[in-house]
């Protein structure tokens, strides 16, 4: 027996597909020629989530960091991990274009630069190899992430892209380097011109383009990355939104990208841009606290908090986040995340 799934995006797009009662709906949207963004699969990254309207299913079993009990409660669903009992209607956090209608294979890469940027922080810089029917251009959303694999290390991980597509085939990232973490050891060791196969871009934390809110976007340590990629094809595109941008780090050690930033700020005159340090040491003349302690300030002054609000970071940065927003009465349809979950 199979049950009919339609699935609606933030653009009022919809897709439909049948999938049987033991078939979760990732799997099924896949046999449909249907992808919508995915990265783990086993319910531990929180790349397919989603909001069931209606219809009845069962969840196997995910990781509560990416799918809290509350959200539950309210329907919120894993496409890899919800078994449909009934026809369902689903509600995507992003618009259709995210929702790809084949696959590609990976592509190699090599290793151009790893720098580091700043206290356990690393900036990885690959360039493509030409592919005979693409060239260099590598197609992606600004805040899409894309799985690095090392295939004879049996390693993969996602990481979020930090600058705009291009016709160069240059990819950049920002990686924190983990202890004893396997593709931590692998960067530290790892040489210019090394290979690597970059898989295609993914992922649904990606602006909404409908809505003319002003944007609040906060940032836990690298993730950063994706803002500088939304913040770079603003300039790009000649883009005048309203924008505050809280990067949180631990110390002054850990601040990252300030060049970058300030050549944003310099090219972006609606864009403001506040560096919050948890636990500073030297004299430090910023704002010292949390970057959800700065958005909860900056939102206590403002008349008017119909703004967008896009988080990437930890888990209980995110949530902590999440929570400020609604108390200051943002709608969560007005709420993107990102969460970085460890392998």
């Known amino acids: 027996m199979s049950h009919k799934i339609t699935l609606l995006t933030r653009d009022k797009q919809t897709f439909e597909f049948p999938c049987a009662e ?3 709906i990732q799997g099924a949207a896949e046999a449909a020629s249907l992808y919508p963004p995915f990265g783990c699969k086993s319910g531990t990254c929180g790349a397919c989530l989603g909001t069931c309207d209606s219809g009845d299913y069962d969840l196997e079993s995910y990781s509560e960091s990416v799918l809290s009990k509350e959200a539950v409660a309210k329907g919120d669903i894993l496409l890899c991990r919800t078994l449909p009992k009934a026809d369902l209607h689903i509600t995507l956090p992003y618009d259709a274009s995210s929702i790809q209608q084949s696959l590609t294979a990976p592509r190699p890469a090599e290793i151009v630069s790893i720098n580091k940027i700043a206290e356990r922080t690393v900036k990885l810089v690959l360039q493509l190899e030409e592919d005979p029917e693409l060239g260099l251009v590598f197609e992606f959303e600004p805040g899409q992430f894309v799985e690095l694999e ?17 016709w160069e085939g240059r990819l950049e990232f ?21 290979k690597i196969l970059v898989h295609p871009a993914s992922g649904a934390f990606t602006i909404n383009k409908q809505s003319a809110n002003p944007r609040s976007f906060i940032a836990g340590g690298t993730g950063l990355a994706p803002f500088l990629s939304i913040l770079s094809r ?29 050549t944003l700020q310099a090219s972006l ?9 948890w636990k500073p ?27 967008d609000v896009y988080l990437c970071g930890p888990p209980l940065l995110v949530e902590a986040s999440t929570s400020v927003a609604i108390a200051a009465g943002i709608s969560e349809d007005n709420i993107f995340s990102e969460r970085f979950v460890s392998a």
């Open 22 to 24: 033991q078939q979760n």
């Open 150 to 166: 090392i295939p004879e290390l049996n390693l993969m991980r996602a990481y979020s892209l930090a600058n705009t597509s291009n």
């Open 174 to 194: 920002l990686i924190r380097l983990q202890p004893d973490g396997k593709f931590s050891d692998f960067l530290q060791g790892a040489k210019a011109q090394q």
């Open 234 to 262: 603003a300039v790009e595109w000649a883009e005048d939104h309203p924008t505050h941008l809280f990067l949180g780090v631990n110390n002054e050690a850990e601040i990252l990208c300030q060049k970058e930033l300030n």
């Open 269 to 277: 005159p609606q864009l403001s841009i506040e560096i919050c340090v």
């Open 281 to 307: 040491e030297n004299n430090w003349q910023g704002f010292i606290g949390t970057p959800v302690d700065a958005f909860k300030a900056y939102l206590s002054d403002k008349t008017n908090n119909d703004t």
